[in-house]
């Protein structure tokens, strides 16, 4: 019996050791899932370790993601090792007591799942009273590898704290495409007792404080919510019924979990872009009480908690709360079934994070983990490549005297058909671009959805520029959008030598700076050294070449040849033939150099273009005699530089080539339609001499202005289209994609007066300014800002302006006949005591002097005239008294009919009201920004290119008076104001402006090029 009885306690202990064990050992045997996980966090209480010394982080913020992914068997897969809470994340760690950050590293492969767990930062994170770069908020270098990684296939996971302050907000506007919401700004909170200073946060005390204007006395168990300055508490039981506001999946998303749980934990208030994104809701269970105190919020009784977004195999999943922070003890996770375990022991105890940790966060993650299915092996941040015999990687390159690219391990031909953009914004200062990548994704879809297939830019462009590029072209692998890339540098050579060693240095720099950010690579100085840009993303694999563009000019080119006489360069890439000229051997070793750095730096190669302009043609100059019969004038030839074996990718010569050159358009009879056949016949005979390097036309293009409609500028374009393509050049690129605020030519710069105010303004007839596809205009104002009650004829004079035009506006009970009558409108713009007086011959003066007279002879027929001393065309630029009645015409006097649909349309009758608008440069403001106009008593006229060389004055504004003359008798039947003690005496004036408002669309034009490269 005793032997039974033994034997029996063995067997029990077995049977207990089994079943104790067995749970483990299935755990162990559980299949592992490779994943690769990064995760972003910067917010950790520091705490003291149990002896009371050292400061440590509490990682409670990430513990339960941790614990889960353990549990799940998640390992990443380049340690093959489980993850650990306290190393396997970026953001803010320990060194030496201080917080220092890790930031996001651009990783070799794509990451499988982000998950941005909290990002406000920590407390006492200042040293020597300076926080360390990126220990607070998250950063735009962050936001990009983000951002980047979700166009490439990563699961992207966001909760609570990581788009408020300290967040940027350009940084939290990305968020939120990413993940599909506008953040709000409000943020709320349960709170168990609301008298609790330990509990409830100093910030919501003080504004409830400064909302109310009373003391926080508030007691009980409530409902916070909070931000931009305003609050609103939910007290249990008046606001809110229940325990807590409650967390709950909708019913197309009960595989993440069909519980409704308690929520006690930070929650923000977010707007999603698609309602039908979200899958959970949280519900406040507000009594009428409650939904009269949100009311004012436009909040109502259910909040979106999870949204989910998914587009094209894209997913990110934003949780609206602290969902991840688990405070309760830690579990053993090493057997199978601890989370249905404890799931089932958890009790739900107010304030407890712990029964919504195991009900409601563990059955999401672990179902968005079973989901989540790894990249594809390969999916890389670097371009793709073929490797050429010597080691040299391509992903472009001229082959048969046309482009290559390098697509899905094959070459394929690519005429180029694009646009280039320009070189400023509206609104931005010269060479500064918008910090916006959704500002450059509207370009691409618009450009690409135009037919074209390359772009240009002429400087290296700010970082979110290529990362919008490079995000556009992983969303569109079929419809690709090719980048030619400058290199140059913003200033002149001294003296016009471009071998000066300090210009040829900056050169050099600016491609060694401009090839390591195109490869991603790049961490760029502002010009003031306060900030700086860093380029993350390589674009390399979209590159179709290098434009070396040292804006080469015949003065420049002769006084580098006559300055250096003997130079000549060879080099291991790109040498100078025999028969170079100095300017020539500089650029081969530009080019060399561009050769050289990308070879050394990244093992690869581009093709490199050297941009010159007709000019420096010699079959230009003797076609047009532009020399006047010298032989000796100044030329490149392209021909004349050599390249070695060396070189795989290939050398091109690009030329800027415009048709509307008054030397191309002599004698062409049909100026209505030009046929731009001098400009054909150029090419042509140009292209017949290019036998030793294929050629790109890296800019043509026509202006909306001076007389050219959107219509003209489309068919000219396109006929310049075929033109380029039968001449076997390897493409060209429009001039340009949107219109150039600021730009100018060397006759108008002098004239833009202070010029780096000229991108705030739109000089509508500058052709300079508008050589866009895409319309860069102002906002045709709906109402007008001043108005003014007339008498019988006239009902109301009204006037508003923007940042393109002076508007007027004159109702009529009965408007003029015109066959009999004409109406004359008198603009005093500068100075009250001077301009004409006399408004008729028959002696009738005026109550102010005027600058300016609208003529408005008939519904289709109108001038605007100046006097004599005031008309730049003639290069005089001041306002002085008289009384000779006389005006005259200028530049552009002509006054084009039409309603307000395009820029070149200036007046139109509509019933009884006249609408005229009048652009600003037309009156001689030189920024009607800041309200300046010219005024210049030297009459020197204005030097080309020299800038602000004349004076300005700053005017109050502008007086008017509205003439109703006889045809016949030249007598005055109608003027209004009377006098300068009517009511109708008004000086018209507007605020104003450092920021423009400009809207964009594409032009008529648009949609014939789009068909132009479609065929």
Same mark, same amino acid.
Request: aromatic share 12%.
């Given at each position: 019996m005793r032997i039974k009885t033994i034997k029996v306690r063995y067997w029990v202990l077995l049977f207990l050791l089994v079943s104790v064990g067995t749970p483990f050992v299935w755990w162990m045997l559980m299949p592992n899932k490779n994943l690769d996980v990064v995760v972003l966090n910067k917010t950790f209480p520091l705490v003291t370790n149990v002896?009371?010394?050292?400061?440590?982080?509490?990682?409670?913020?990430?513990?339960?993601?941790?614990?889960?992914?353990?549990?799940?068997?998640?390992?990443?897969?380049?340690?093959?090792?489980?993850?650990?809470?306290?190393?396997?994340?970026?953001?803010?760690?320990?060194?030496?007591?201080?917080?220092?950050?890790?930031?996001?590293?651009?990783?070799?492969?794509?990451?499988?799942?982000?998950?941005?767990?909290?990002?406000?930062g920590t407390g006492n994170s200042k040293i020597n009273g300076v926080e360390p770069v990126g220990v607070?908020?998250?950063?735009?270098?962050?936001?990009?590898?983000?951002?980047?990684?979700?166009?490439?296939?990563?699961?992207?996971?966001?909760?609570?704290?990581?788009?408020?302050?300290?967040?940027?907000?350009?940084?939290?506007?990305?968020?939120?495409?990413?993940?599909?919401v506008n953040f709000t700004g409000l943020a709320g909170k349960f709170f168990s007792d609301l008298s609790s200073t330990a509990d409830v946060p100093n910030w919501m005390r003080a504004t409830y404080e400064q909302q109310y204007g009373k003391k926080w006395s508030l007691t009980g168990a409530g409902i916070v919510i909070a931000g931009n300055n305003r609050i609103v508490v939910l007290q249990r039981g008046i606001g809110f019924t229940g325990n807590s506001l409650q967390i709950y999946m909708?019913?197309?998303?009960?595989?993440?979990?069909?519980?409704?749980?308690?929520?006690?934990?930070?929650?923000?208030?977010?707007?999603?872009?698609?309602?039908?994104?979200?899958?959970?809701? +949280?519900?406040?269970?507000?009594?009428?009480?409650?939904?009269?105190?949100?009311?004012?919020?436009?909040?109502?009784?259910?909040?979106p908690a999870i949204i989910a977004k998914h587009t094209n195999n894209k997913h990110s999943f934003y949780f609206a709360g602290d969902f991840t922070d688990y405070r309760g003890p830690d579990k053993i996770k090493r057997f199978l079934g601890a989370?249905?375990?404890?799931?089932?022991?958890?009790?739900?105890?107010?304030?407890?994070?712990?029964?919504? +940790?195991?009900?409601?966060?563990?059955?999401?993650?672990?179902?968005?983990?079973?989901?989540?299915?790894?990249?594809?092996?390969?999916?890389?941040?670097?371009?793709?490549?073929?490797?050429?015999?010597?080691?040299?990687?391509?992903?472009?390159?001229?082959?048969?005297?046309?482009?290559?690219?390098?697509?899905?391990?094959?070459?394929?031909?690519?005429?180029?058909?694009?646009?280039?953009?320009?070189?400023?914004?509206?609104?931005?200062?010269?060479?500064?671009?918008?910090?916006?990548?959704?500002?450059?994704?509207?370009?691409?879809?618009?450009?690409?959805?135009?037919?074209?297939?390359?772009?240009?830019?002429?400087?290296?462009?700010?970082?979110?520029?290529?990362?919008?590029?490079?995000?556009?072209?992983?969303?569109?692998?079929?419809?690709?959008?090719?980048?030619?890339? =400058?290199?140059?540098?913003?200033?002149?050579?001294?003296?016009?030598?471009?071998?000066?060693?300090?210009?040829?240095?900056?050169?050099?720099?600016?491609?060694?700076?401009?090839? =390591?950010?195109?490869?991603?690579?790049?961490?760029?100085?502002?010009?003031?050294?306060?900030?700086?840009?860093?380029?993350?993303?390589?674009?390399?694999?979209?590159?179709?070449?290098?434009? #070396?563009?040292?804006?080469?000019?015949?003065?420049?080119?002769?006084?580098?040849?006559?300055?250096?006489?003997?130079?000549?360069?060879t080099g291991e890439y790109v040498s100078a033939g025999s028969s170079a000229t100095p300017t020539e051997s500089w650029l081969a070793a530009i080019s060399n150099k561009v050769y050289e750095y990308e070879q050394q730096s990244y093992q690869m190669q581009h093709p490199a273009g050297i941009v010159s302009i007709p000019e420096l043609d010699r079959v230009y100059q003797d076609m047009y005699n532009a020399a006047n019969g010298n032989n000796k004038a100044p030329a490149v030839t392209m021909n004349h530089l050599d390249t070695t074996n060396k070189v795989t990718s290939g050398l091109f010569g690009a030329y800027n080539m415009f048709p509307d050159q008054p030397v191309f358009r002599s004698g062409e009879a049909d100026e209505a339609k030009p046929s731009y056949a001098g400009f054909k016949a150029y090419l042509n005979n140009f292209m017949k001499t290019q036998n030793k390097y294929p050629v790109l036309i890296s800019e043509f293009g026509l202006p909306t202005s001076a007389g050219s409609t959107e219509d003209g500028q489309g068919s000219g374009i396109v006929s310049l289209i075929a033109m380029i393509k039968d001449s076997g050049a390897m493409g060209g690129l429009i001039y340009e994609w949107a219109d150039e605020w600021g730009a100018s030519s060397k006759l108008t710069s002098p004239l833009m007066i202070p010029y780096n105010r000229g991108p705030l303004w739109h000089n509508v007839v500058d052709p300079e300014q508008n050589y866009g596809v895409l319309a860069m205009e102002s906002k045709i104002p709906k109402d007008y800002a001043m108005t003014l009650r007339g008498s019988d004829p006239l009902n109301t004079l009204a006037f508003n302006s923007d940042e393109s035009y002076f508007y007027i506006k004159a109702d009529f009970q009965t408007l003029p006949a015109f066959d009999q009558k004409r109406i004359? #409108?008198?603009?005093?713009?500068?100075?009250?005591? =001077?301009?004409?007086?006399?408004?008729?011959?028959?002696?009738?003066?005026?109550?102010?002097?005027?600058?300016?007279?609208?003529?408005?002879?008939?519904?289709?027929?109108?001038?605007?005239?100046?006097?004599?001393?005031? =008309?730049?065309?003639?290069?005089? +630029?001041?306002?002085?008294?008289?009384?000779?009645?006389?005006?005259?015409?200028?530049?552009?006097?002509?006054?084009?009919?039409?309603?307000?649909?395009?820029?070149?349309?200036?007046?139109?009758?509509?019933?009884?009201?006249?609408?005229?608008?009048?652009?600003?440069?037309?009156?001689?403001?030189?920024?009607?920004?800041?309200?300046?106009?010219?005024?210049?008593?030297?009459?020197?006229?204005?030097?080309?290119?020299?800038?602000?060389?004349?004076?300005?004055?700053?005017?109050?504004?502008?007086?008017?008076?509205?003439?109703?003359?006889?045809?016949?008798?030249?007598?005055?039947?109608?003027?209004?104001?009377e006098s300068v003690t009517s009511s109708g005496y008004r000086t018209f004036s507007w605020n104003t402006w450092d920021i423009p408002q400009p809207v964009s669309r594409t032009k008529t034009s648009y949609n014939m090029i789009r068909e132009a490269f479609a065929n």
């Open positions: 002896s009371g010394g050292e400061k440590q982080l509490d990682y409670s913020k990430q513990r339960g993601l941790y614990w889960l992914m353990g549990y799940l068997g998640i390992k990443n897969p380049e340690t093959n090792k489980k993850y650990e809470v306290n190393t396997d994340y970026y953001g803010n760690f320990l060194n030496n007591e201080k917080l220092v950050n890790k930031p996001l590293q651009k990783l070799t492969y794509v990451p499988d799942v982000i998950y941005l767990s909290d990002t406000y607070s908020g998250m950063t735009k270098e962050e936001v990009a590898l983000v951002a980047t990684s979700y166009a490439k296939g990563t699961t992207v996971i966001g909760e609570y704290n990581i788009a408020g302050d300290p967040t940027k907000t350009s940084v939290s506007k990305e968020l939120g495409e990413i993940f599909g909708t019913e197309n998303a009960k595989t993440y979990g069909k519980e409704a749980v308690d929520y006690y934990n930070w929650f923000e208030i977010v707007k999603p872009v698609d309602e039908d994104s979200i899958i959970a809701w +949280y519900d406040l269970h507000l009594t009428e009480e409650g939904k009269n105190q949100l009311n004012p919020f436009g909040l109502d009784t259910k909040l989370t249905t375990l404890y799931r089932y022991f958890s009790v739900n105890s107010e304030g407890d994070l712990s029964y919504f +940790y195991w009900h409601f966060y563990v059955p999401l993650m672990s179902k968005l983990f079973k989901d989540i299915k790894p990249l594809e092996h390969g999916v890389s941040f670097k371009a793709a490549t073929e490797v050429t015999s010597d080691g040299s990687r391509l992903s472009s390159k001229i082959d048969d005297k046309q482009f290559s690219v390098y697509q899905n391990g094959q070459w394929k031909k690519l005429y180029v058909k694009g646009v280039d953009i320009g070189r400023t914004v509206p609104g931005n200062p010269e060479g500064t671009y918008p910090d916006d990548p959704a500002f450059y994704s509207d370009w691409f879809e618009k450009i690409a959805n135009m037919n074209a297939n390359a772009i240009r830019v002429y400087t290296r462009m700010p970082a979110v520029f290529y990362r919008a590029l490079d995000i556009y072209n992983d969303n569109h692998p079929d419809n690709r959008l090719y980048l030619f890339q =400058n290199i140059a540098v913003d200033q002149e050579p001294p003296a016009g030598n471009y071998l000066d060693k300090a210009y040829h240095a900056a050169v050099e720099k600016s491609a060694e700076d401009t090839i =390591n950010a195109i490869h991603g690579n790049a961490t760029i100085e502002s010009a003031d050294g306060k900030s700086s840009d860093v380029y993350i993303n390589d674009v390399s694999g979209y590159v179709l070449g290098y434009l #070396i563009t040292p804006d080469l000019s015949s003065d420049r080119v002769a006084a580098t040849d006559a300055g250096n006489p003997s130079y000549r360069y004359m #409108i008198y603009l005093d713009t500068i100075d009250r005591k =001077n301009g004409e007086y006399m408004i008729s011959p028959e002696g009738e003066e005026n109550w102010s002097g005027a600058e300016f007279n609208i003529n408005i002879d008939s519904q289709n027929k109108a001038d605007l005239l100046v006097i004599p001393t005031y =008309n730049t065309s003639k290069g005089s +630029y001041f306002s002085s008294v008289s009384t000779t009645g006389i005006f005259e015409k200028m530049d552009g006097s002509t006054l084009i009919p039409g309603r307000f649909e395009n820029s070149m349309s200036q007046f139109y009758v509509e019933g009884n009201t006249l609408n005229v608008r009048i652009p600003w440069t037309r009156l001689n403001f030189s920024d009607p920004s800041s309200l300046l106009v010219l005024s210049d008593e030297k009459n020197k006229g204005a030097v080309e290119s020299l800038k602000e060389a004349l004076s300005v004055r700053m005017t109050d504004g502008i007086v008017l008076s509205l003439v109703v003359m006889d045809k016949a008798t030249q007598k005055v039947d109608y003027h209004f104001p």
